[in-house]
């Protein structure tokens, strides 16, 4: 069975720093292309960043140079460092395992709440 969680969401200041982590069972994690996306209130869920299993890198305009994704391979685990953080970074974050083998394998988190407001 799939699992992907995530935790380390919560409530931050505009200008502050939040840690998002995702761990995954049930696949084999260095193959897959890891994603975070988020939703905020109103809005389609959208790819914030990405990074596939060869280590390339993909990020949306609003978060280049302020979030950072990085995978732990030996701990099935993908990190958003996410730093400078403004009100409309606020929405649910969610985890995303890819990967397209013959067919495609999509598995999702169940998200963790990101509020930046003072």
């Known amino acids: 069975q799939v699992q992907l969680v995530e935790s380390g969401g919560g409530l931050v200041q505009p200008g502050g720093s939040l840690r998002l982590s995702c761990e995954a069972s049930?696949?084999?994690?260095?193959?897959?292309?890891m994603g975070w996306y988020r939703q905020a209130p109103g809005k389609e869920r959208e790819l914030v960043a990405a990074?596939?299993?060869?280590?390339?890198?993909n990020y949306a305009d609003s978060v280049k140079g302020r979030f950072i994704i990085s995978r732990d391979n030996a701990k099935n685990t993908v990190i958003l460092q996410m730093n400078s953080l403004k009100s409309e970074d606020t929405a649910v974050y969610y985890c995303?395992?890819?990967?397209?083998?013959?067919?495609?394998?999509?598995?999702w988190g169940q998200g963790t709440q990101v509020i930046v407001s003072s």
């Open positions: 995303n395992a890819n990967w397209v083998r013959f067919k495609t394998y999509d598995y």
């Open positions: 049930g696949i084999i994690f260095s193959v897959y292309r």
């Open positions: 990074l596939t299993s060869g280590g390339s890198t």
